[in-house]
């Protein structure tokens, strides 16, 4: 496989190896130059149909970390507000000679499509496609909880899987991207994952999804959770009667501070609190909660380039007996994936 | 060449051998636009013999639902290129649906339609009526008017849009009955569908597209059925696509309710699970449906609660399909390929005969669309509307070789069972050896009638 389109697809073996190339850049980000030669003279290009300036900048650091050439494309203003196709705009960045497009999209899809048709061979890593996926977010957040739960163990984290965590993920599941990714990544990890939401929020046949699903958060944080991960959510979902007001929902999904409290008072002194931000305090997270020691929020925003360093890496540089001989990132506990590529 | 009462047909046929309905082998003699004799061993003086041992002879079929696109979408489809894919597929008319540009709701159009039919000659081309003015669910269409045009409208629909407001509903299934009409229906409640992508259920909660619940399409026809019985009036649900739909008509048609109910092709084959490509030549309305609907709707096609099969052949030019799936438009080709998706999943199955298939695809949406001389059976004085199938043969499909301007065929690629091998429409061959032929060519209209 060329690109990386979802977690959906993503073997075990796969997932780890970003992980652990992941902890070797993460490396590369201690040291005094920040920087590896490893794509010198590749082109990334960042397409981005829809405004997002964390990913993109987050994915910009980690290309020109690994000396990349990087292109940013927005949408809006470019050729593409003018009516210019996805096929078009893919043709023109093929013959511009990108190596890989990162790209973030509306519409759910948009990456396979640029990835299963013809019209660029670069290769394609999903940066958020609608309400589908978002492959990176969920490799960063798996990250963050790895490093919590093998310190957690005494262990180190690389080669290891999340086998035993238990992880929460509370808010808008049914519009979120984020959702998705975690929950098919997570139990490909080992972890064991329950969904907590509203039930107008949750997909029609989230019950064929490997996680269980509650409606009471209070509940699930009495069943014991590790790590809890709020998502955002969108105020204008109130005016669609998702949900009566924003603090309706902010009281029964929200984690308030009655709820980071109560973390304590149910003994859970180790459990995490994620967001993928861009956090609406007050609505699915309170301040308290959210820049409390507990809070793993910046830990996930500094992941994430590391992250994406090591899926540009792997994409873009081939096997893994490559791999062994960059400085730095080198890596040859992965053998068992050896005749895979990500 | 032979002038007939209305046209002219080329020459006399003997078809030697063919299995009639997939009956017994008999011959069937074509003259004058009319099959003039039926049994065996027919003498072949003077007429152009077609061996047809191991062919199946059939009405020719009659298409309830069809986008012609002209006017208006030239770019995807003109009423030549789709009639001759007809033609191809073994139609002898097609309903021409009512939402080209501008819509078919006036008398001027459904004759210009009509017109562009006559003159292309492959198949009877019946224009549908809009039901309501621009297809804008507002205000009645002058049905009444495109009923006494030329192109003698007795089908109005909407179809793409749904008839949402009841009364509107109402109104237009008493108003037909002035001039023995039907409102075709195209159930989609719009506002469960807002922004619908796909069918809502486990395939669309893993890729994040917008449901489609069947819930959507059910509520409209159990709410239309009502309103048919409650004004004794006859309604056709087109392209029913889920379990429950089949479920609603049955019961409706257990009460007597005059309702006739439609399958299309695909929706008898494919189901969501080919979404998860995200490969928009899958994308239709209604949208593809769960394996359990597929079955639901082929029973449903074998114990006659659907009536029809109708293709809702919908040519789209490729950029409208050469994008995300968000921003793609809706619909398949499906005129060349219906014999054969039918084949596949009915014949082949043993849910149905080759009889049943003249009823499905011939003789009943003839009846539903008041289509005269089509859909009549294979006898002597008959209308020489005929087709010769030879199922055994078996193609792959290939959407580029196909005579539809629209390349957006979902079955491209597949092997299928089944080909036409000729059309006779009024007594001509449009279709021989597989191929296009000539097109029937019409002598003038009666006298009074207008001109051309």
């Not at chain 1, 975690?182 to 490909?188: A, F």
Request: glycine share 8%; charged share 20%; hydrophobic share 45%.
């Amino acid at each position: 496989m060329k690109h990386l389109l979802s977690t959906e697809d993503l073997s075990a073996a796969n997932a780890i190896r970003i992980l652990d190339t992941a902890e070797e850049m993460a490396a590369v980000g201690d040291r005094e130059v920040k920087k590896l030669p490893a794509l010198r003279g590749r082109t990334v290009v960042n397409l981005f149909f829809e405004d997002s300036t964390r990913t993109r900048i987050s994915f910009e650091a980690a290309a020109k970390r690994l000396s990349a050439d990087v292109i940013n494309f927005a949408a809006k203003g470019s050729s593409v507000s003018k009516g210019e196709s996805l096929k078009d705009t893919a043709q023109t960045l093929a013959a511009m000679g990108a190596d890989a497009v990162v790209i973030r999209h509306w519409a759910s899809g948009a990456p396979h499509r640029l990835a299963s048709t013809d019209w660029i061979d670069a290769a394609v890593i999903n940066a958020g496609d609608g309400t589908h996926e978002h492959p990176t977010q969920a490799l960063l957040d798996a990250f963050t909880m790895r490093r919590h739960w093998s310190s957690l163990h005494g262990s180190a984290s690389t080669g290891a899987d999340l086998t035993g965590m238990r992880v929460a993920i509370a808010g808008d599941v049914l519009h979120s991207r984020v959702a998705r990714s975690n929950v098919w990544l997570l139990r490909t990890l080992g972890a064991e994952v329950t969904l907590v939401a509203p039930p107008t929020l949750l997909p029609i046949g989230v019950e064929h999804w490997p996680c269980k699903v509650s409606y009471n958060l209070d509940e699930t944080l009495e069943g014991g959770v590790d790590a809890m991960m709020m998502l955002r959510v969108q105020g204008e979902r109130m005016n669609a009667s998702f949900f009566p007001s924003t603090r309706e929902y902010s009281r029964r999904w929200g984690f308030d501070d009655a709820r980071l409290r109560a973390l304590d008072e149910l003994g859970l002194k180790d459990t995490i609190i994620m967001h993928p931000g861009p956090m609406n305090r007050g609505l699915e997270i309170s301040s308290a909660a959210a820049d409390s020691p507990r809070s793993t929020v910046l830990a996930q925003v500094r992941n994430g380039v590391s992250v994406r360093m090591a899926a540009l890496y792997l994409l873009l540089s081939g096997d893994s007996r490559e791999a062994a001989h960059t400085p730095g990132a080198a890596r040859t506990n992965t053998a068992r994936s050896e005749k895979e590529s990500i | 060449m032979t002038e007939t009462a209305t046209g002219t047909a080329s020459g006399t046929y003997l078809i030697r051998g063919a299995a009639i309905l997939g009956g017994d082998a008999e011959d069937l003699l074509i003259r004058d636009g009319v099959i003039a004799e039926r049994g065996a061993g027919l003498s072949a003086e003077g007429a152009t013999v077609i061996e047809a041992a191991g062919l199946v002879a059939l009405p020719g079929m009659v298409d309830i639902h069809t986008h012609l696109r002209e006017p208006g979408r030239e770019d995807a489809e003109t009423v030549e290129t789709g009639t001759r894919a007809a033609a191809l597929g073994g139609y002898t008319a097609v309903h021409a649906m009512a939402n080209s540009n501008p819509v078919a709701d006036t008398a001027g159009v459904v004759e210009q339609v009509h017109s562009l039919g006559r003159a292309s000659g492959w198949v009877d081309v019946r224009p549908v009526g809009a039901v309501t003015v621009g297809l804008a669910g507002e205000q009645l269409a002058e049905l009444g008017a495109m009923a006494d045009s030329r192109a003698q409208v007795r089908v109005f629909s909407d179809d793409g849009i749904c008839v949402h407001d009841p009364v509107l509903m109402r109104r237009a299934l008493e108003y037909v009955k002035a001039f023995d009409g039907v409102v075709a229906q195209h159930a989609q409640e719009p506002r469960l569908t807002a922004g619908a992508q796909m069918n809502e259920g486990a395939v669309s909660a893993v890729l994040g597209l917008a449901g489609w619940p069947a819930v959507a399409e059910e509520s409209i026809i159990a709410r239309d059925v009502l309103l048919a019985q409650h004004v004794g009036s006859r309604l056709h649900v087109c392209h029913v696509s889920t379990a429950g739909s089949v479920e609603i008509v049955r019961w409706a048609k257990e009460r007597g309710i005059n309702v006739t109910a439609e399958v299309t092709p695909h929706h008898l084959l494919l189901t969501d699970e080919l979404v998860r490509s995200y490969d928009p030549v899958y994308k239709v309305n209604p949208p593809l449906r769960t394996d359990a609907d597929v079955q639901a709707l082929r029973a449903g096609l074998a114990d006659g609660t659907i009536d029809v099969v109708g293709t809702d052949h919908a040519p789209h030019p490729s950029e409208h399909k050469e994008c995300e799936w968000a921003q793609a438009a809706m619909g398949m080709t499906g005129l060349e390929t219906a014999l054969s998706v039918v084949q596949e999943t009915m014949i082949e199955t043993g849910l149905m005969t080759w009889a049943d298939f003249a009823r499905v695809t011939s003789t009943v949406p003839a009846a539903i669309g008041r289509v005269a001389d089509q859909g009549r059976p294979l006898e002597a004085g008959e209308p020489a509307n005929v087709i010769l199938v030879d199922p055994a043969a078996r193609w792959t499909v290939d959407p580029h070789k196909m005579a539809t301007m629209g390349r957006n065929s979902p079955f491209a690629g597949k092997e299928l069972p089944g080909a036409v091998v000729a059309t006779f429409f009024k007594g001509h061959p449009t279709v021989l050896d597989g191929k296009l032929n000539t097109p029937y060519r019409y002598a003038a209209e009666p006298a009074g009638a207008g001109s051309e």
